[in-house]
């Protein structure tokens, strides 16, 4: 069954049945300001930290699973009857009204008709401002006038989560509201500067600051007793939860519209007096929107395609980039997952998610890789889970950190760890990420910028990548193999003295993009230098890495075979096989016998599997993932992340059709009308789908901030499609399924705009006959044009 459908005109997704078994979430603000909202209004919103700077409350794992939430309740004051214009949380019964919700980029709108009232509400955080807009249009469609009360309603948060979920003594009892001016001011005494707000455009009948007030006993956010009764009762409070609900009652006439708009936001009381002054003029609002919207339009511009595959065009033109752009910007730890436990960047993770976003958010993409070179160490390795306001250059880093976090004895110094737990990974990922920006943008400069450590000192740009080279040729074992330490990419892969495939064959890859940049530098000495290691770790995986039908996964601190046809279990794993290939480093017969291997025995109608056989039995020299149910996360799961890799390694080998096979099993936009198995989006990529061994097969689960949504694009846009920044020109190299007939794409690239038509008569899935460039026939790279221009590219397969 499904649930919605894709609004491609309007780049909405549009669920029109709204009993969905599980939340489908959206993600507004684009700067400090974050929300993230359910299709049902339920959801939080956070400045800055989604563990530090929460503004509004959420209960994980909860029934109902999205409470509270950013709600309006409306009422009509004749009759009593009362509804939300989200469906929950008064869920009125789907026969009597209709509801809608449309998740757009950085918006959401909710739609409700009931009772002879048509109502609206767009929720946005506009540019330039920490507040969340809710923009509510109430219409009288009935032949009388109406008396509807309107009520807003958030619940707030402590501010940090473990004083929010835990230490009830300290926290209730240090937080106050009050009403003034139509303004309801929250604080956190604890720390005095922390005041959120929430305000409108009208001046209030009744307000409620206190949320047992609002809410009464033995009630919930379903059936408030506020509502129930028309008014709320005018109550502030020091100490105790509270809440942001303003009361107004219109009278609106037949036909007629009414128009409201309250602002949630960070500050005090005389920053809300400030932004409602500002916001009550709605042409401000929509203006405001209207830049939300421009802000995408000009974003996704820069790459567009048209191909034969509906699905593909979809998700690539909108929701993919969307998805990979905001794991860029709010990482990991906002989710109704990840609910604000941790805050900071992941090492890996946030260096990944680089990779695909260049092209749309430079100067994010530039912060980004700044902060993650603050948080690697002069040896090379990077801080596995860090805070960018702990790198601070400027020495006060401590000064950016709440009051509450520097009470008592805590530690707030930056922590080095031993070797031991050092992800063997992390800095590797860096090397990648700098070299995309760089082919991207051309910013070469950027590499003799000077950037300090986290430990000690400082080197530019350039230096860092070596660094980060010369860790991993330093950590290796006599055979050559490069050690895993406390974990590769899989964290449950723990060898602790044994050796990992996966980073050695990650070292070759970084190695190779590293010598693009130097042989362009002209640094020849440098070249030499890492081709030489680059050498030995080939020879090193040729004489230890093979297993007769497929590559190994590594070696256990004893010295055991892992990913071997010898096992029962465990025998192959996917990222040994595509990571061989994808860096360039296996012969192209041990290429197709590895990833024909991996087709054979790892691959359903959902995805390729991590691993076959899933582990059964506990293996403490492998790791955590033998302790893991079968057929979930990384034992034997559907783990979408390293589908991409092995899609980049079928183009690679020419087999366009497996590849293209390969992306559409996961693709989210053909699981639309198999919501009873995903459950989860069908417009984001989760973290993995159940594998063949789980009851569950084919449900996927932790959606939204995953790197399989920055690889699956890189995959599809720069593999499938084929088109790749270089430091010199665009390469154009397509892999696709040989029934393709044509397709298109306009790709901006620093500065100017390339119009790429891709003609394939002879069906085949590789291969460049010609190339066109501004009706001049060309060979080689695309070379880089004259900003502002707008130039036509022709190619011929064959």
């Known amino acids: 069954m499904k649930y919605g459908y894709f609004d491609e005109k309007n780049r909405e997704y549009v669920i029109d049945r709204c009993d969905v078994p599980v939340s489908f979430t959206n993600y507004l603000g684009l700067e400090n300001m974050c929300t993230v909202i359910s299709h049902n209004s339920g959801g939080y919103s956070f400045k800055g930290s989604p563990e530090y700077g929460r503004i509004t409350r959420f209960r994980p794992n909860g029934v109902p699973l999205d409470r509270p939430g950013h709600y309006v309740y409306l009422r009509d004051d004749e009759t009593g009857k009362y509804w939300t214009v989200s469906w929950q949380p008064v869920g009125i019964d789907l026969k009597e009204a209709e509801y809608v919700c449309r998740h757009g980029l950085s918006y959401s709108k909710f739609e409700c008709k009931y009772n002879g009232i048509i109502a609206e509400k767009t929720l946005f955080v506009p540019l330039g401002h920490d507040v969340e807009l809710w923009d509510v249009k109430v219409t009288n469609t009935s032949d009388r006038k109406r008396a509807i009360s309107l009520f807003s309603y958030v619940e707030f948060s402590l501010h940090q989560i473990d004083l929010d979920n835990k230490d009830f003594q300290m926290g209730l009892y240090a937080s106050g509201s009050s009403c003034t001016e139509g303004v309801i001011d929250y604080t956190f005494f604890y720390h005095p500067d922390m005041h959120h707000f929430m305000t409108a455009d009208f001046e209030p009948d009744s307000y409620d600051c206190v949320r047992d007030e609002f809410i009464g006993n033995y009630r919930s956010e379903s059936n408030p ?128 998610d680089t990779i695909s976003s260049s092209y749309l958010q430079p100067d994010k993409v530039k912060q980004r890789l700044v902060e993650l070179m603050r948080a690697q160490t002069s040896e090379g390795f990077g801080l596995h889970l860090f805070d960018p306001a702990m790198m601070d250059e400027s020495g006060d880093a401590k000064a950016n950190l709440p009051t509450v976090l520097l009470s008592g004895d805590s530690d707030q110094s930056v922590h080095i760890p031993e070797l031991k737990d050092v992800c063997s990974d992390d800095a590797l990922w860096l090397v ?75 070292h070759y890859w970084a190695l190779r993009l590293f ?41 256990t601190a004893e010295g055991r075979k892992i990913g071997t046809d010898e096992d029962e279990e465990g ?116 973290q993995f789908v159940m594998g063949k061994d789980h009851t569950d097969h084919g449900r996927a689960r932790h959606p939204w901030l995953t790197g399989s949504a920055g690889w699956f694009y890189t995959a599809a846009t720069k593999w499938i499609l084929g088109v790749r920044p270089t430091f010199k020109g665009l390469e154009v190299d397509p892999c696709v399924p040989k029934d393709w007939d044509e397709f298109s794409i306009v790709r901006k690239w620093r500065g100017s705009t390339f119009n790429i038509s891709v003609k394939n008569p002879d069906h085949v899935s590789k291969g460049v006959k010609s190339i066109k460039l501004n009706g001049q026939e060309i060979t080689g790279l695309i070379p880089v044009q004259q900003p502002g221009t707008d130039n036509d590219v022709q190619v011929l397969m064959g």
């Not at 079928?650 to 366009?656: S, T």
């Open 571 to 686: 025998k192959l794993f996917l990222n040994a096989q595509s990571w061989a290939v994808m860096s360039g480093l296996s012969e192209h017969d041990k290429a197709i016998r590895a990833m024909d291997a991996a087709y054979d025995k790892l691959f359903d109608r959902y995805g390729l599997h991590l691993l076959w056989p899933a582990y059964s039995k506990p293996d403490d020299g492998v790791g955590f993932v033998t302790r893991v149910y079968k057929g979930i996360k990384e034992n034997a799961s559907i783990f979408s992340h390293p589908n991409p890799w092995a899609i980049i390694a079928e183009c690679m080998l020419g087999r366009g059709d497996r590849a293209f096979e390969y992306y559409t099993a996961m693709l989210p936009f053909y699981q639309n009308d198999m919501m009873e198995i995903r459950q989860a989006e069908p417009y984001s990529y989760c």
């Open 432 to 506: 990648a990420a700098v070299c995309e920006y760089l082919k991207e943008t051309g910013d070469i400069d950027f590499l003799e910028t000077e950037v300090t450590f986290a430990d000690e000192g400082s080197a530019t740009v350039y230096e860092h990548l070596k660094k980060a080279l010369d860790f991993s040729a330093k950590h290796v074992a006599d055979n050559g193999i490069c050690q895993g330490l406390r974990a590769d990419w899989n964290d449950c892969i723990n060898l602790r003295g044994g050796q990992s495939s996966m980073v050695t064959f990650m």
């Open 515 to 555: 010598n693009e940049v130097a042989a362009y530098l002209n640094r020849d000495d440098d070249s030499e230098r890492y081709s030489e290691i680059a050498s030995r770790i080939k020879q090193a995986a040729a004489a230890n890495l093979w297993d007769g039908q497929w590559y190994l996964r590594g070696f």
């Open 225 to 352: 007793a506020a509502v129930e009764n028309g008014r709320c009762s005018n109550s502030s409070k020091l100490g105790g939860n509270h809440c942001g609900s303003l009361h107004k009652q219109f009278e609106i006439e037949p036909g007629q519209t009414i128009r409201a708009v309250l602002m949630l936001g960070a500050g005090g009381a005389e920053q809300g007096k400030k932004t409602r002054k500002m916001f009550a003029d709605h042409s401000v609002v929509d203006k405001a929107f209207e830049q939300i919207k421009n802000y995408w339009r000009s974003r996704l511009a820069n790459y567009q395609c048209i191909t034969p595959d509906e699905g593909a065009n979809v998700m690539l033109n909108t929701w993919t980039p969307y998805q990979a752009a905001t794991c860029v910007t709010w990482s990991r730890f906002a989710s109704f997952i990840e609910v604000g436990g941790r805050t900071g960047l992941g090492y890996r993770d946030t260096a990944q």
